[in-house]
């Protein structure tokens, strides 16, 4: 994922699901970590497993991790 633009998973929404940024461009609206999975393979980085994007350190997860899906 070398050159890869800042991925950021923004906290959970009140309504429920996170937003997905990398670099400038809104991917979508994810409610799970396969969403977020996916987003990343449609904007290029195929070669992603769930496991990958729950560890890697490329990814800015804000207001919680891969684990939290739902506003406190």
Aim: no cysteine; charged share 25%.
């Amino acid at each position: 994922m070398s050159g890869t633009p800042p991925i950021v998973i923004y906290p959970p929404s009140p309504t429920g699901g996170r937003r997905v940024r990398v670099g400038d461009e809104v991917l979508g609206l994810a409610m799970s970590l396969r969403d977020v999975t996916e987003f990343l393979r449609r904007a290029g980085m195929n070669d992603l497993e769930d496991l990958d994007v729950a560890v890697s350190g490329m990814i800015e997860w804000r207001g919680g991790g891969p684990d939290v899906w739902a506003a406190e």
